[in-house]
């Protein structure tokens, strides 16, 4: 298995663009997760999702903020529009169950908004 | 407010001593507690667990310790290696993982 891919790995915009973050899953796991890596609140888990349905979206920062699950196989995080203080490391992570199993994490995306 | 508290934003050992990381949650109704390790450019992977019904896990030269009372958890490395160099997160799980902010290791050679 690749393990959880995400895509972009990097992406630098500007102030008051639309960002789009990818994330695939590994297939099987049932739960998809959200984080966003910052120096002072570490990994903040923003959204998650439970067999494609949004179970807990109140890490979501504000309404610029958007998750969609349309299927098993695909996630994307949206910030729309985006600004500097969003900047940050985006992981995505999976799961087959009960947290007894951990999570696996993607590789994230590196977001510069300047 | 963090539920799950990292005190030492770094730590630095020399190789083959022993390296301590630390963590203080604030919910008592966590049962299950793991420990995620972290290369630059890459996701926290997961590296030992440890539930709540149990003071001591043990997975060759990493070590956790459970102390419930006190609500505080540590993961031990003996010996240290150079390449444990990484940052060490904690996480404990409700209804979800809460995790740490993360702690910094340098092994030194």
């Known amino acids: 298995d690749a393990g959880v891919i995400q895509s972009p790995r990097h992406e630098v915009t500007e102030m008051g663009q639309e960002v789009t973050l990818r994330c695939k899953p590994i297939s099987g796991h049932n739960s998809l997760f959200w984080y966003r890596q910052t120096m002072m609140r570490g990994l903040e888990l923003l959204i998650y999702f439970n067999n494609n349905v949004p179970i807990d979206d109140s890490g979501m920062p504000e309404d610029r903020f958007s998750a969609k699950m349309p299927n098993a196989s695909f996630s994307t995080l949206k910030i729309q529009p985006s600004e500097p203080r969003d900047s940050a490391v985006y992981f995505c992570a999976s799961s087959s169950g009960r947290a007894n199993y951990g999570y696996t994490f993607g590789s994230g995306t590196r977001l510069t908004v300047v | 407010d963090q539920q799950v508290k990292q005190n030492s934003p770094s730590l630095s050992v020399q190789e083959g001593r022993i390296s301590i990381l630390n963590c203080d949650y604030t919910?008592?109704?966590?049962?299950?507690f793991l420990w995620y390790k972290k290369y630059p450019a890459e996701g926290p992977t997961f590296l030992i667990s440890?539930?709540?019904?149990?003071d001591k896990n043990e997975d060759g030269r990493f070590t956790v310790f459970l102390n419930k009372s006190a609500k505080h958890l540590s993961l031990h490395i003996v010996p240290s290696q150079p390449g444990d160099s990484a940052v060490y997160f904690c996480?404990?799980?409700?209804?979800?993982?809460?995790f740490g902010t993360g702690t910094s290791l340098t092994v030194i050679p």
């Open positions: 440890i539930s709540s019904i149990k």
């Open positions: 996480a404990a799980s409700g209804n979800q993982f809460y």
């Open positions: 919910n008592s109704m966590f049962d299950y």
